[in-house]
């Protein structure tokens, strides 16, 4: 596709259920980052992937948070044992090269809910 | 660490007005970037404009312009011939220009515009 793709588009889980998000870069893109978007306010980093490298991951919030890059393309997101307040838009971007102003194209997003 | 604030939580226009949205920031970097994006409810955040610091002049996209001052860590949004598609959350960010950062973007809290016709 010609955009970043983010599934599923709506997720419900119950506490203490573990979760995968899925995200799919545009093509050729290097660089891709996961942010956290909170009800009213805006995205918070998570972690960047270069290639299947991952340079950074300071945002995660906790040790249940992990996510990968197995092949340099698609990223998959995982929380295990959720809590209610992981409930949030998670929020997928990529971007061509790292250096420069090389702008972050942004998915859908992917609304979680925790019951 | 760097911050982004933007102390409007909702602004108003009347259609084919003018808006200016405001945007401050704190860094002791001397080199990065600056970017409006755009969320509508389909969530996606749309690019809508970018600064680099290093230049003076201030950015234009069409009805879009920035009023960027760098002294004062200041980066407002001037929409121009407002439109009812212009409706949406409007999120201030800066990214780092530094070699050993990962580039990630720092948002502000968002602004709602709201649109009359």
């Given at each position: 596709?010609?955009?970043?793709?983010?599934?599923?588009?709506?997720?419900?889980?119950?506490?203490?259920?573990?979760?995968?998000?899925?995200?799919?870069p545009i093509s050729g893109h290097v660089s891709l980052f996961w942010y956290q978007?909170?009800?009213g306010q805006g995205p918070e980093f998570l972690t960047y992937f270069q290639n299947e490298a991952q340079l950074d991951k300071s945002g995660l919030p906790s040790?249940?948070?992990f996510?990968?890059?197995?092949?340099?393309?698609?990223?998959?997101?995982?929380i295990q044992r959720?809590?209610?307040?992981?409930?949030?838009?998670?929020?997928?971007?990529?971007?061509?090269?790292?250096?420069?102003?090389?702008?972050?194209?942004?998915?859908?997003?992917?609304?979680?809910?925790?019951? | 660490a760097?911050?982004?604030t933007q102390?409007?939580?909702?602004?108003?226009?009347?259609?084919?007005?003018?808006?200016t949205?405001?945007?401050?920031?704190?860094?002791?970097?001397?080199?990065?970037?600056?970017?409006?994006?755009?969320?509508?409810?389909?969530?996606?955040?749309?690019?809508?404009?970018?600064?680099?610091?290093?230049?003076?002049?201030?950015?234009?996209?069409?009805?879009f312009s920035v009023n960027f001052q760098k002294a004062a860590k200041s980066f407002s949004l001037k929409i121009s011939d407002s439109q009812l598609g212009d409706a949406a959350m409007y999120f201030c960010a800066y990214r780092s220009a530094t070699l050993d950062s990962s580039y990630k973007l720092i948002f502000g809290s968002g602004t709602r515009l709201l649109v009359r016709p």
């Open positions: 596709g010609a955009g970043v793709s983010q599934s599923p588009r709506y997720k419900v889980a119950k506490r203490g259920q573990d979760v995968a998000l899925r995200c799919d978007q909170a009800l040790d249940r948070f996510a990968e890059r197995p092949e340099g393309s698609v990223s998959t997101l995982k959720t809590q209610q307040e992981d409930s949030a838009v998670y929020l997928c971007a990529s971007s061509l090269a790292r250096f420069g102003n090389q702008p972050q194209h942004f998915g859908d997003g992917t609304r979680l809910s925790i019951l | 760097q911050t982004v102390s409007q939580p909702e602004m108003s226009v009347q259609e084919a007005e003018t808006v949205l405001s945007c401050t920031y704190d860094t002791s970097e001397s080199d990065y970037y600056l970017f409006w994006y755009k969320q509508p409810p389909s969530r996606q955040m749309i690019l809508v404009i970018r600064q680099e610091a290093y230049k003076q002049q201030n950015a234009t996209e069409n009805r």
